[in-house]
């Protein structure tokens, strides 16, 4: 009996071999791509078919390889000569853009068959990055364009985009000139917003840089060779990214400065310093300094106390809020985060007037944004009731300018 049970486990063991051989593999799909040839559509119904027969699972690298380059890939993007090759693959085909969706649309129909490839496919384009090198400049381009149209359909993750990060590519230039050809590609079919949306989702929006050597990253830098390279969105895309860590950091400091109850003074002179050096708008900045100083507290959860504790807390720090408040835009960008905020925050629905009110007596917000902010600009959020909080208000403010108004008259009269 242990002989047959040896005899069945040598005949399993030789057709197991056969099954999981390479080679054999290779020479199937080869075999299939010749027939099928450029008809891409057989190719697919071809790679649909066979994946009932062939083990995909465990070949999925030799797959993508003849799918792009011919034949299997030796380390560093060379192809292995010792087995049979195909000219029906990416590398071989048209170097256009409507070659390129029609080869992603191959893939696409494959990775939506077969699932479990999802993840095989998205390592083989991280490999076929890295061996940029080892490419010809048709073949990197026809990479670049195919790999735009997969990110673009999210059929891969941007997280690939970290092999382009690797110290060789990026020494000699080859990330940065990739990268362009890829965001070509990847702008041709969708808008900046979709393609920053991929790009925050897995935390790329702040490594792009990374694709020049760190003696060269620099948003100046980098916004200069995309525009140059005819992409300024995304050139502006990495200005903003920058200036959005730029604002972030300086909050962080300005809390930093608060909780160790650094003298008002010195506070001031260092944000003014640092909206220079960062060249951040006032706007951004009275933002900024809003969301500080009121999280910088303990707030009551009574309302009749809390606006008590508001209008104590912001009179402390009125100075602060009237450096940055200079133009008509940012009064109103700050009454638009008073609003906000009161209507964020439940129990200050009723303090809105008296914080305005405050800030109106303290200098920081003058006439003119007030009304504009009542008539035309005010949010929706509670509208109705702040609105009708400032009512008596605003009155007051027309009356008083009409007053003032009728006395310059007189003057002028005289």
């Known amino acids: 009996a242990s002989q047959v049970n040896t005899l ?25 791509l010749n027939k099928s040839g450029t008809d891409l559509d057989a190719v697919a119904k071809f790679l649909d078919a066979s994946g009932g027969k062939l083990d995909y699972r465990r070949y999925a690298e030799t797959l993508f390889d003849i799918l792009v380059a011919g034949g299997m890939l030796a380390p560093g993007g060379t192809l292995s000569d010792d087995m049979t090759c195909t000219d029906f693959c990416l590398f071989k085909a048209q170097e256009d853009m409507e070659t390129m969706q029609a080869y992603a649309k191959v893939f696409n129909k494959l990775i939506r068959r077969y699932k479990y490839l999802e993840k095989g496919f998205e390592e083989e384009i991280k490999k076929l990055l890295l061996f940029l090198k080892g ?29 382009l990060f690797n110290e060789n590519l990026v020494k000699e230039g080859v990330s940065a000139s990739f990268a362009v050809k890829l965001f070509k590609s990847w702008l041709s079919e969708k808008d900046i917003g979709s393609v920053a949306t991929s790009l925050r989702k897995v935390g790329m929006d702040n490594r792009l840089m990374e694709v020049f050597p760190a003696n060269k990253r620099s948003c100046e830098h980098f916004s200069q060779y995309f525009t140059n390279a005819g992409l300024k969105e995304l050139a502006d895309f990495a200005k903003n990214q920058e200036s959005i860590g730029a604002r972030k950091k300086l909050q962080k400091e300005l809390q930093e400065q608060m909780s160790r109850g650094d ?56 100075p602060l809020l009237k450096t940055f408040t200079s133009q008509g835009l940012s009064e109103l960008t700050l009454l638009l985060k008073i609003q906000e905020y009161c209507y964020d925050n439940i129990h200050f629905m009723k303090a809105f007037q008296k914080i305005v009110l405050l800030l109106y007596k303290e200098d920081v917000l003058s006439e003119e944004p007030i009304l504009k902010w009542y008539n035309e600009a005010h949010l929706t959020k509670g509208k109705s009731v702040f609105l009708e909080q400032m009512k008596k208000f605003v009155e007051w403010l027309k009356n008083a300018e009409e007053a003032s108004e009728s006395e310059e008259e007189e003057e002028e009269a005289d």
């Not at 005949?11 to 197991?16: F, G, I, P, W």
């Not at 400049?137 to 673009?152: D, P, V, Y």
């Not at 606006?307 to 807390?313: G, L, R, V, W």
């Open 8 to 32: 069945q486990h040598y005949d399993l063991s030789t057709d197991e071999k056969e099954r999981f051989d390479p080679s054999q593999f290779q020479e199937s799909i080869v075999l299939g």
């Open 135 to 163: 490419f010809t400049e048709s073949e990197q381009n026809k990479l670049a364009m195919l790999t735009g149209i997969l990110l673009a359909n999210s059929d891969i993750s941007a997280s690939i985009l970290s092999s």
């Open 263 to 318: 003298p008002l003074k010195d506070i001031i002179a260092s944000m003014l310093e640092e909206t220079k050096k960062n060249n951040i708008s006032e706007q951004n900045m009275i933002g900024l300094i809003w969301s500080s100083v009121m999280s910088s507290v303990e707030w009551n959860k009574k309302e009749e106390l809390v606006t008590e504790q508001a209008i104590k807390h912001l009179k402390q720090y009125s």
